[in-house]
Nanobody, 120 residues
Framework: QVQLVESGGGLVQPGGSLKLSCAASGRISVVDAMGWYRQAPGKQRELVAV???????EYADSVKGRFTISRDSAKNTVLLQMNSVQAEDTTLYFC??????????????WGQGTQVSVAS
């Protein structure tokens, strides 16, 4: 079984910075991809950024140049550095991790969600 622990959300002023962290634990053999998604009430969940095991990354157009995703493979942790945040970034953010368990079975798990609020 896999457990995800998210941290780093909170209130920040426009133009400021936040860093989200997500740590995965459990009987994990291989982590294929780790990413962050966000979802506002009544809206569909959307990709923010994702990083693969080869460290290649993809970003939503709305965050390119402002957010940076990275991973610490030794700790099974993914980080999202959020710079120059805007009011439009305000919503609930979810971590997602995909990979294989030590049994060989594939898995995909979601974090519980962490709130990011951008306001003066």
């Amino acid at each position: 079984q896999v457990q995800l622990v998210e941290s780093g959300g909170g209130l920040v002023q426009p133009g400021g910075s936040l860093k989200l962290s997500c740590a995965a634990s459990g009987r994990i053999s291989v982590v294929d991809a780790m990413g962050w998604y966000r979802q506002a009430p009544g809206k569909q969940r959307e990709l923010v950024a994702v990083v693969a095991s080869d460290e290649s990354a993809e970003y939503a157009d709305s965050v390119k140049g402002r957010f940076t995703i990275s991973r610490d493979s030794a700790k099974n942790t993914v980080l999202l550095q959020m710079n120059s945040v805007q009011a439009e970034d305000t919503t609930l953010y979810f971590c997602n991790v995909r990979g294989q368990l030590t049994t060989g079975a594939c898995f995909a798990y979601w974090g519980q969600g962490t709130q990011v609020s951008v306001a003066s």
